[in-house]
């Protein structure tokens, strides 16, 4: 049970876009529709901001946008704020195991 | 609302027990799966164990499997995590979770604090 990968870091001016991939197998990412992002802040818990790939959760801002291809997924901040500044996390889900990714810090310069 | 509050965290030495508690409202455990996650001191999330929307079916993580025990009453809405033969690593921020559906966990509990020391 190998975490998903996923870059360290990413890091962006206001206003700018970027993207955090997240690479899996065809055991998981690959595999299945399941695959789900999280932002978490320090001290809190993680927020869903993905589903299902590509899905928004009411409330959810449509800066946040996600796809998949093959065994990564990439998940992408338009816009970027100072209040997307945080933890982000991929998830792999299948009925009998769960993977997050390794996690990156998205920092707004 | 929906909401989850973890309680049961604590400092305790290696090699003995703990029990976790997770106090759902606003929605019923019997209706959902419901997960434990974890997450170390400044590393990352890591999943524990699933128990199914019936109870009928539980898997863990490799890291807890035979020392972990995830079961619920769903008299009083709760989920458990039963932790044996604690170790130095499973110190962390234990968290339960709603799966809504595939892997969709919302919402999240506060967290609860384990600190496996000598």
């Known amino acids: 049970q190998s975490a998903l990968t996923q870059p360290a870091s990413v890091s962006g001016s206001p206003g700018q876009s970027i993207t955090i991939s997240c690479t899996g197998t065809?055991?998981?990412?690959?595999?299945?529709?399941?695959v789900s992002w999280y932002q978490q802040h320090p001290g809190k818990a993680p927020k869903l901001i993905i589903f299902?790939?590509?899905n928004r959760p009411s409330g959810v801002s449509n800066r946040f946008s996600a796809s998949k291809s093959a065994n990564t997924a990439s998940l992408t901040i338009s816009g970027l704020q100072a209040e997307d500044e945080a933890d982000y996390y991929c998830?792999?889900?299948?009925?009998?195991?769960?993977?997050f990714g390794t996690g990156t810090k998205v920092t707004v310069l | 609302q929906e909401q989850l509050v973890e309680s049961g965290g604590g400092v305790v030495q290696p090699g003995t027990s703990l029990r976790l508690s997770c106090v759902a409202s606003?929605?019923?455990?019997?209706?959902?799966?419901m997960h434990w996650v974890r997450q170390a001191p400044g590393k990352g999330l890591e999943w524990v164990a699933v128990?199914?929307?019936?109870?009928?079916?539980?898997h863990y993580a490799v890291s807890v499997k035979g020392r972990f025990t995830i079961s619920r009453d769903t008299s009083k809405n709760t989920l458990f995590l039963q932790m044996n033969s604690l170790r130095v690593e499973d110190t962390a921020v234990y968290f339960c979770?709603?799966?809504?559906?595939?892997?969709?966990?919302?919402?999240w509990g506060q967290g609860t604090l384990v600190t496996v020391s000598s």
């Open positions: 606003g929605f019923s455990i019997s209706d959902y799966a």
């Open positions: 065809s055991r998981d990412v690959g595999g299945y529709n399941y």
């Open positions: 979770a709603r799966d809504v559906r595939g892997g969709w966990f919302d919402p």
């Open positions: 128990m199914s929307y019936d109870g009928s079916d539980t």
């Open positions: 299902d790939v590509t």
């Open positions: 998830c792999s889900y299948t009925s009998t195991t769960t993977l």
